[in-house]
C-alpha cells in the first residue's frame, strides 16, 4: 500500500517475501504491507510510525557506495555485496569474464561466481533509471591452502522442526557443505557469517557437520563435529528493551526464522498477534494494548509441536524523551553510524533511531536502544562525503524530529593498523580495538603464530563506528593469534601486531556497587525498604533467595523468624518462595508475589516425601527443565549445620511450587555412607545446558545438568558434578548414582570417561573430587551461573577483601569452561571501602556494621550471595556487565537486600 492505494500484491510463502510493484513509487510516499488471512480477514495498516517512508532518486555517487563487507578470497566462489538500491541492475565486471547481471530485490545481493584469482580486479555497479554508480573492490589478498583450514560452525542448540540454520567461522567465499544424515547440501555466502534454509525441517537425533572448501585451490576443511538434534522444546524469546504501553511496533530477540510467535496478555490465554518470524531484526506489528499491563511472547517450530516458556514484561508508562546525538566524526564509506544521549549516556530503551540522509531524503537506517551507552546504527547505503544526517526517534508510540544536523566528510586515506587492546578477551564475544577510523570496517584475521607475516585466515569484518570500538567474533579459541587491519573506501591499512586470546580478569568499576531496596520485612534500612511489607503476610524476617526462572523469576527464601503479633501466630524456620516479573531497575525496585497458603500468610517450602523442614533445613539451587522445577533441599541438622541433600520436583499438572513439591531423590549426606552421590553435593548450584556446546563434559549430546557444589557448610571447597537430562524420558533426571564428579587428570577407562568418576567410584579408590576452584576454601552456599550474553560462568561468593578482615566481601569470578581455569577474583562489595560499599555509609541507608550484640565479630555482616542470571545486563559497547544478586544480613536485621555492580570484562572500549 502507497498513500492508502495498493501497488502490488504476492503470496508469500514464509515469514517474509518480496512484493513486485505494480508502477514506481514516488519521493515521499508513505508505503505499508498488508495481509489477508484466511476467511477474507485483512490486518489492516499499521501505525503512522511504523510505515516506511520512499527515498529520492539515487544519484551517480550514492549508487556507487556499492562494496562487499568482505575482504576477498583467492578461489572463492561467492560474492556478497551491501549498499544495493532495490530494483536496480547489478553487475560484477571482471577481465578475465563474463559480466554478470541481477536485479537487487533488497539492499544487498549475493553472486555465485567463477573463481576469484590472485590479485584480480573486480569492479561493482549498479544502475537504475538513467544513473549509474560503482567501485573497485580491493584485489583478493588471502589465498587458502591445503586441507587444515577450520571447519565452520552452527549456532546451537539445534531444534525439531528448524528450517533455517545459522553458519559461523565461514571463509567469505567458500563452499560450505553441511552435512545431515548422509545427504549433503552446499551453500555460498561470501561472508563470515550466514543463514542456510533447509530442505525439510530437523528432526529428533539428526546429525549435522558442516565443511567447507576452496575446490579450485584444492583447500579444504574437515567436517565439523556432528550436532545433534536434541531440543524438542523452543527456545524462550524475551524482549530485548522495555515495551510501552503506547507501543504498536515491538522487537523481539532469541527467535528462530520461521518460527510461529505469540504475544499473549493476560494470564497467558489471549492471543494478540500471531505471526511467522521472517528475517531479523525480528519487528512485530502490534494492535492498540489499551488497558493491558503484562505483555509475554512465545515460539513454536512444528505446527502441532511444543511452544516455548513465555517471557513477560510490565508495559511502563511513556516518559520525555532523550535528546540523541550522532557521535562524530562522519566520514564518507561509512557503513554505520553511533548513537547516544547528548548527556553522554544511553537512550532509554525500547527506543528506536532513525538515521535521516539529506541526499536520501529519508531514513537510510534504524536501530533499537537495548540499554547500551552508545548504539550503533547499521545503515543501508554507506555514507558520502558532502552529506547531512539528522536523528529522528520513535519511543512509547510517538515519532520525535530532532533539528541537530551531523556532516559526512572525506575520510583521510593514509591511516595506520589499528590495535588490538591488551589482552585478546573475546567476553560478550566482541573484542576491543583501538586507532580505528571511525567509520571503517575492521577485519580480524587468524595467525598461526605471533610472528607470521603472511596473510591470515579472515575472522570477522565489522563496520565500526568510533576510534576504540568492540568488534563482534565468533566463538574464538583460548591460545589462538589474531591480526587487525581497517579498511576504508577502496584503501586498506597494514596490519597490526598479533595478539593471542586469553581470559583477562574482570575489573570493578568504581563507585557502582548500590543497594537497590530490601527485598523482605520491615526491619531495616530507612531508605530503599521493601516495597511489599511481608509483616502482612506473617514474614518477619529470612535469608537466601535462590532465584530460579521457571515462566517467571522465582526467589527460594530460607530460615525464617517467628511472628508473634496480635494478628497472628506464624512458627519459624518455613522457608517461603516469591515470583516477580518485574526487573530489578524498577522505582525502589522489584516488586515480589509471594506464595500465599489458605491463611493469608505465606506458604512454607513443603515437599511431600520429606519431614517439615526446620532450622538449618532450606532450598539450596533450583533448575527448570521440561515444564517441571527441581528444587535442592539441604536439611538433617547436626553439628549446628545441614548435612543431607535431596532433590524435589513440582507436581502436576501445574508444575508451580505453590502446589507443593515432591521428593525425586535422597542425594547426599556428609553424615552416613551409602547415598547415592555420595557427601559432595550438600549444597548445589544447577545449570541446564546442551553437552554440544561444552566438550569436555563425560557425553557429547543431549542435554545435561551442570553442578556446582559443596559438602560440609562453610568448611567445603567447591566441585563440580553432572548428569545427563532426558527430556522424553518419563523422569529426566537419573538417579544421583549415576551422576559424575570432575576429576582432573582421571584417564579415560572402565571407572568412568576421562576427568570424570561417580561417587562410588571416587569412594572406591580414596578420592575426592577436584577443587574446581583452587584455594577458594571454606565455603557454604555457592552461587555458579552462565550467562549467555557475556558467554561466561559468574562465580559469586563471600570472603574478606584481605587477609584478617573480619568484615565479609562479596567476590566475583569468570570463567569460560565449567572445569575452569577460573579468573582471580574481583571485590564488588566491601563495606570497609568507602569505593564499594554500596551506599552503607548513610546512616539512613545502612544494613552492614549495624550494632549486634552477638560476638564475634562485633557488627552485622553479609552472606549467601546468589546473582540473578536473567537480570544481568551487558553493555557491548563498553563490554561491561551490570550483575544483580541477593545478599542476606545478620541479626538485628535479618533479612535479603537485592545489590548490583558493574564489572569490566577485559578491556574497556569507552
Known amino acids: 500500500m502507497a498513500d492508502g492505494h495498493a501497488v502490488g500484491s504476492a503470496q508469500v510463502g514464509s515469514g517474509d517475501g518480496y512484493v513486485r510493484l505494480d508502477h514506481g513509487l514516488n519521493p515521499g510516499q508513505l508505503v505499508w504491507a498488508e495481509q489477508v488471512l484466511p476467511g477474507g480477514i485483512v490486518s489492516g495498516a499499521p501505525a503512522d510510525t511504523s510505515k516506511v517512508q520512499v527515498l529520492a532518486h539515487p544519484t551517480q555517487q550514492l549508487l556507487s557506495g556499492i562494496h562487499s563487507p568482505s575482504p576477498l578470497m583467492q578461489c572463492g566462489t561467492c560474492l556478497y555485496l551491501r549498499g544495493v538500491v532495490p530494483g536496480a541492475e547489478v553487475t560484477v565486471s571482471r577481465a578475465s569474464e563474463p559480466d554478470q547481471t541481477v536485479t537487487a530485490e533488497w539492499t544487498t545481493v549475493r553472486f555465485v561466481v567463477p573463481p576469484f584469482g590472485n590479485d584480480e580486479v573486480v569492479a561493482v555497479s549498479q544502475h537504475r533509471g538513467s544513473m549509474a554508480g560503482g567501485s573497485v573492490l580491493p584485489p583478493a589478498l588471502n589465498r587458502p591452502e591445503g586441507s587444515s583450514l577450520p571447519p565452520p560452525a552452527l549456532s546451537q542448540p539445534l531444534y525439531v522442526c528448524q528450517s533455517v540454520v545459522e553458519f559461523e567461522s565461514l571463509l567469505p567465499g567458500a563452499a560450505v557443505d553441511l552435512h545431515r544424515n548422509g545427504d549433503v547440501a552446499t551453500y555460498g555466502f561470501g561472508h563470515t557469517s550466514g543463514r542456510g534454509r533447509l530442505s525439510a525441517g530437523l528432526e529428533l537425533g539428526d546429525k549435522l557437520s558442516v565443511s567447507q572448501h576452496f575446490a579450485a585451490c584444492k583447500a579444504g576443511s574437515l567436517p565439523s563435529a556432528a550436532y545433534e538434534v536434541t531440543q524438542d522444546t523452543p527456545p524462550t524469546p524475551w524482549f530485548p528493551a522495555r515495551v510501552c504501553v503506547s507501543d504498536r511496533d515491538v522487537e523481539v530477540a532469541g527467535v528462530i526464522k520461521g518460527a510461529a510467535v505469540d504475544f499473549l496478555i493476560g494470564t497467558g490465554t489471549g492471543t494478540v498477534v500471531h505471526a511467522v518470524a521472517g528475517s531479523p531484526p525480528y519487528r512485530f506489528n502490534l494492535p492498540p494494548l489499551g488497558n493491558v499491563e503484562t505483555l509475554g511472547v512465545r515460539q513454536s517450530l512444528c505446527q502441532f509441536g511444543k511452544a516455548s516458556d513465555t517471557t513477560w514484561t510490565q508495559l511502563v508508562a511513556a516518559g520525555a524523551p532523550d535528546h540523541p546525538l550522532i557521535v562524530e566524526p562522519l566520514h564518507g564509506c561509512a557503513a554505520a553510524v553511533c548513537v547516544r544521549d547528548r548527556t553522554g549516556r544511553g537512550l532509554a530503551e525500547g527506543t528506536r533511531i532513525y538515521v535521516t540522509s539529506r541526499r536520501w531524503a529519508g531514513s537510510i537506517g534504524t536501530a533499537v536502544c537495548v540499554g547500551d551507552t552508545y548504539t550503533d546504527v547499521r545503515l543501508d547505503f554507506p555514507l558520502t562525503a558532502g552529506d547531512e544526517l539528522s536523528l529522528e526517534t520513535v519511543r512509547c508510540g ?107 580478569r574482570p575489573r570493578y568499576v568504581s563507585g557502582s556497587a548500590d543497594r537497590i531496596s530490601q527485598l523482605t520485612g520491615r526491619r531495616g534500612p530507612e531508605k530503599r525498604g521493601a516495597r511489599f511489607d511481608t509483616y502482612t503476610i506473617g514474614l518477619k524476617g529470612t535469608d537466601l533467595g535462590i532465584p530460579v526462572w521457571h515462566g517467571g523469576l522465582y526467589l527460594f527464601f530460607g530460615d525464617s523468624d517467628e511472628y508473634a503479633e496480635d494478628d497472628g501466630n506464624v512458627p519459624a524456620d518455613r522457608d517461603p518462595i516469591a515470583w516477580t516479573f518485574d526487573r530489578p531497575e524498577e522505582p525502589k525496585g522489584p516488586l515480589l508475589n509471594w506464595v500465599i497458603g489458605p491463611l493469608g500468610w505465606y506458604q512454607r517450602l513443603h515437599v511431600t516425601g520429606l519431614p517439615e523442614l526446620g532450622n538449618f533445613e532450606v532450598p539450596t539451587g533450583a533448575f527448570s527443565y521440561g515444564g517441571r522445577l527441581y528444587v535442592f533441599v539441604a536439611r538433617n541438622k547436626a553439628g549446628g549445620v545441614m548435612r543431607d541433600s535431596h532433590l524435589a ?49 563425560p557425553v557429547a549430546t543431549g542435554d545435561g545438568l551442570v553442578m556446582f557444589s559443596t559438602s560440609l557448610y562453610h568448611a567445603s571447597s567447591v566441585h563440580l558434578a553432572f548428569c545427563t537430562l532426558d527430556p522424553l524420558g518419563v523422569q529426566p533426571v537419573p538417579d544421583p548414582a549415576t551422576w559424575w564428579y570432575f576429576l582432573d587428570g582421571a584417564p579415560a577407562d572402565g571407572a568412568g570417561p576421562a576427568n570424570w568418576r561417580t561417587a562410588t567410584a571416587l569412594l572406591d579408590s580414596g578420592q575426592e573430587p577436584t577443587e574446581v576452584i583452587p584455594g577458594l576454601g571454606g565455603q557454604g552456599e555457592v552461587s555458579v551461573t552462565w550467562h549467555p550474553r557475556i558467554h561466561r560462568w559468574l562465580q559469586a561468593n563471600m570472603g574478606p577483601s584481605s587477609p584478617g578482615d573480619p568484615y565479609e566481601a562479596i567476590h566475583v569470578r569468570t570463567a569460560r569452561r565449567p572445569q575452569g581455569p577460573w579468573s582471580q577474583s574481583v571485590v564488588v562489595f566491601d563495606p570497609a571501602d568507602p569505593d564499594a560499599e554500596a551506599s552503607n555509609s548513610d546512616p539512613q541507608n545502612q544494613f552492614v556494621r549495624l550494632p549486634n550484640p552477638q560476638p564475634p565479630p562485633q557488627g552485622n555482616l553479609v552472606y549467601a550471595p546468589y546473582v540473578v542470571p536473567s537480570w544481568t545486563r551487558f553493555d557491548r559497547s563498553t563490554r561491561e556487565i551490570t550483575i544483580y544478586y541477593t545478599v542476606s544480613t545478620t541479626l538485628p536485621v535479618y533479612n535479603v537486600q537485592l545489590l548490583t555492580a558493574r564489572i569490566h570484562l577485559g578491556p574497556t572500549t569507552p
Not at 403 to 417: I, L, S
Not at 428 to 455: D, H, I, Y
Open 649 to 697: 520436583v513440582t507436581k502436576p499438572p501445574n508444575h508451580v511450587p505453590g502446589d507443593g513439591l515432591v521428593k525425586l531423590y535422597d542425594v547426599s549426606s556428609t553424615l552416613a555412607g551409602g547415598w547415592p552421590a555420595g557427601r559432595w553435593l550438600t549444597h548445589v548450584s544447577p545449570t541446564v545446558v546442551s553437552c554440544a556446546a561444552w566438550p569436555g563434559l
Open 398 to 504: 510517538l515519532r520525535h524530529a530532532f533539528a541537530d544536523t551531523f556532516p559526512v566528510v572525506h575520510a583521510n586515506e593514509d591511516f595506520a593498523p589499528p590495535e588490538i587492546m591488551g589482552f585478546a578477551d573475546d567476553a560478550g564475544r566482541t573484542l576491543a580495538v583501538n586507532r580505528l577510523v571511525p567509520g571503517c570496517w575492521c577485519e580480524l584475521e587468524e595467525v598461526a603464530s605471533l610472528f607470521q607475516e603472511e596473510p591470515g585466515l579472515p575472522l570477522i569484518a565489522h563496520p565500526c563506528t568510533r576510534e576504540i570500538a568492540s568488534v563482534p567474533v565468533p566463538p574464538l579459541r583460548p591460545g589462538m593469534f589474531l591480526r587487525a587491519a581497517q579498511r576504508v573506501c577502496a584503501s586498506r591499512s597494514g596490519r597490526s601486531p598479533a595478539k593471542q586470546v586469553v581470559d583477562a
